[in-house]
């Protein structure tokens, strides 16, 4: 009888080992995920060991080759038109894709090129106004940025939906409308208190049914500044962005495309991109005026903003009571934020761990089912881009759960 046990468990496993094994191997999803798992973790160590942008560039285009023709794509001639904005000299060319330093990109743009706005849009709407994008491209250096995909959403949605912003209006409405039922006249008006979940609700369900997205959280490989259709001189990344920069700026000018710039332009924009926001706080204030949405909120999440992206210490409370909001200027507001800023600074590596609390408390509240739906909309960015598609961090559930008892800091006040 026992050796009739010991059979029966001996095939149990066997057969068992060859289900799994037939399951790695079964689809093309499965074979992507495999040479991903294993190919881009190897990738990305190789990366954070070389202080040469040069070679890590190579190194992303080598295997970006590889994706792409796994993914079916050939060296076509395709005739699409590219969401670009190019030098006024012609041979200078950025494949935009929102929230991957964008803004940050195009105010280099400007300077170097001494292109103001104007002059930016205008040649936006002559390169889009051209339907062959490689043509364009032949003779201009060209580059993309783009970051981990879990965290640019992430971003997006405390940068757009999460601080005080005119978007709340015409893009928040239009989110609310989509992902929620019983909706307050407020929500429907203004579009203020969009959760992170109902967000990525919004982008699982319009992904899967063929829908248009906000251009904010489509993919990053989007048909008009896909690498498999375009074939870029640079991709940048987020998370080595001065060094990828430093780079691009060497190379344009060992090309004559630009005559100097100056060494320190992307740190110098620091300051800049990191007060930028508090502009559309308070115009905000004045978009809410008549709605019975808490100005003390509207506040209290702008301060809970800069302690979610790790520049004010969660130690460190918001300094205005109710009372002191109806008051307050833009230029108070600015001098209690920096104070609180320079005061964090000293605290280093806490705040790079505070952002990470932050993000692991919005990706808890989304449930294992929309995650797992998640990862299918942005598994070829994760392929194409060598990031990992499925972060133990974000889907190992018990570990979320346990961090969210852990840290019962709430960074989404205000909502």
């Known amino acids: 009888m026992r050796r009739r046990k010991l059979m029966i468990l001996y095939f149990a496993v066997v057969t ?3 289900l799994l094994g037939t399951q790695s191997k079964s689809t093309d999803d499965s074979k992507q995920e495999t ?3 294993t190919t881009i973790e190897k990738q990305m160590t190789s990366e954070r060991d070389t202080n040469d942008a040069g070679d890590a560039n190579a190194r992303r285009m080598k295997y970006l080759e590889k994706a792409c023709r796994h993914l079916g794509y050939t060296d076509d001639n395709y005739t699409i038109a590219i969401r670009a904005h190019m030098s006024p000299n012609y041979r200078c060319l950025y494949c ?4 991957c330093a964008s803004t940050t990109t195009l105010e280099i743009m400007r300077q170097i090129f001494n292109c103001d706005t104007d002059c930016l849009v205008k040649m ?6 051209s339907v062959n994008g490689s043509k364009i491209m032949k003779d201009a250096f060209s580059f993309m940025v783009v970051r981990e995909p879990y965290g640019r959403l992430f971003s997006t949605y405390c940068n ?9 209006i015409y893009r928040g409405t239009k989110i609310i409308k989509l992902s929620r039922s019983n909706i307050s006249s407020d929500s429907l008006n203004f579009g203020h208190d969009l959760t992170f979940s109902e967000l990525i609700k919004y982008i699982v369900e319009s992904f899967e049914n063929g829908l248009r997205l906000d251009e904010h959280v489509r993919p990053m490989h989007h048909k008009s500044c896909n690498p498999c259709l375009f074939h870029f ?4 990344h987020l998370e080595t962005l001065n060094k990828d920069f430093e780079y691009i ?13 100056p060494e320190d332009i992307v740190s110098s924009l620091r300051e800049w991109t990191l007060y930028g926001p508090v502009k559309h706080l308070f115009r905000t204030i004045l978009l809410l005026n008549g709605s019975s949405i808490s100005h003390y909120n509207i506040f209290l999440r702008a301060w809970s903003y800069y302690q979610i992206t790790g520049q004010v210490s969660k130690t460190i409370d918001f300094p205005y009571s109710k009372e002191d909001i109806k008051l307050i200027t833009k230029d108070e507001f600015l001098r209690a934020l920096k104070t609180a800023i320079e005061s964090s600074r000293r605290e280093g590596n806490d ?14 509240t989304v449930s294992p089912e929309y995650m797992e739906r998640l990862r299918k909309v942005v598994a070829t960015d994760c392929f194409l881009f060598s990031y990992e598609e499925r972060p133990d961090f974000l889907f190992n559930r018990r570990r979320l759960l346990l961090n969210k008892s852990y840290n019962t800091f709430n960074f989404f006040k205000g909502l």
Do not use: C
């Open 16 to 18: 068992l080992k060859l």
């Open 35 to 37: 040479w991903t798992g």
């Open 96 to 99: 935009r894709v929102n929230k």
């Open 124 to 129: 936006a709407s002559i390169v889009r106004s």
């Open 160 to 168: 757009i939906f999460y601080f005080p912003k005119e978007d709340w």
């Open 233 to 236: 001189d640079y991709i940048a």
């Open 249 to 261: 700026l060497k190379t344009i000018n060992n090309r004559n495309i630009i005559q100097n710039y």
């Open 351 to 364: 705040l790079n761990k505070q952002r990470h609390e932050a993000m692991l408390q919005a990706y808890s």
